[in-house]
């Protein structure tokens, strides 16, 4: 309903913004209660992005390549989770880092998507 109002892109953007904000907090944090509220942020993150991206994608794809694009996109997340494995593995004992680490990507996706357009099907709505 979110994506409805306000458009896919927006909400893309608020999921990436909130996911290194999270990742932030967690790996600022110096009691448990604070590492919860980072991990609620991330999660709220995850949870909007999960549901908006694969819609995003195929409504901005070629309809020929629209189940090629999608297929990819869950490709990329499994990738990503092999890949911060190998970085949680790298960071060794220092959690803050392999927490804080989680805000690169968030931020990069968030400055790369003031370059991509609205979903036309959106639009259109």
């Given amino acids: 309903p979110v994506s409805d109002a306000i458009g896919r892109k927006p909400v893309i953007m608020v999921a990436d913004t909130l996911f290194a904000l999270g990742s932030v907090t967690m790996a600022l944090a110096e009691t448990i209660p604070f590492l919860y509220v980072g991990r609620i942020l991330v999660g709220m993150a995850v949870g909007a992005a ?66 991509l357009p609205e979903s036309q099907r959106w639009l259109a709505k």
Avoid: D, H, K
Wanted: with cysteine.
């Fill in 50 to 115: 999960s549901m908006v991206t694969p819609v995003y994608l195929s409504e901005v794809s070629p309809i020929q390549r629209r189940g090629a694009v999608v297929a990819c996109f869950v490709v990329a997340v499994t990738l990503g989770q092999l890949l911060s494995s190998g970085v949680a593995l790298a960071c060794g004992r220092n959690w803050r880092l392999m927490l804080g680490c989680a805000a690169v990507p968030a931020l990069v996706q968030l400055v790369l998507m003031f370059f």
